[in-house]
């Protein structure tokens, strides 16, 4: 069973930080896409970032030179460092856990909620 666990969301101003994490648990292979996606209320779910287990990147045009995705490998943990947060980057974020092994296999944590207000 895999299982993912986000956390680090919360409220923040306008030109703030934050750090999200996802730590994925269970067995998966260890070749994979790791990411997070973000819903607003009344819009579709968007990506907003994927790093691969090769730690090739990318990113949604919006939080391009804002955001920044990691990963640590041995701890099956993406994170997601999100600077000079804007209004619209509120959203309730959703890690993702993608695995190709002859069909394509995606896992989604909970979602944590991003809220940026002053």
């Known amino acids: 069973q895999v299982q993912l666990v986000e956390s680090g969301g919360g409220l923040v101003q306008p030109g703030g930080s934050l750090r999200l994490s996802c730590a994925a648990s269970?067995?998966?292979?260890?070749?994979?896409?790791m990411g997070w996606y973000r819903q607003a209320p009344g819009k579709q779910r968007e990506l907003v970032a994927t790093?691969?287990?090769?730690?090739?990147?990318n990113y949604a045009d919006s939080v391009k030179g804002r955001f920044t995705i990691s990963r640590d490998n041995p701890k099956s943990t993406v994170y997601l460092q999100m600077n000079s947060l804007k209004p619209e980057d509120t959203a309730v974020y959703y890690c993702?856990?993608?695995?190709?092994?002859?069909?394509?296999?995606?896992?989604w944590g909970q979602g944590t909620q991003v809220t940026v207000s002053s």
């Open positions: 993702n856990l993608r695995i190709r092994d002859w069909l394509t296999s995606n896992y």
């Open positions: 269970g067995n998966f292979f260890n070749i994979n896409t």
């Open positions: 790093i691969t287990s090769g730690s090739i990147t």
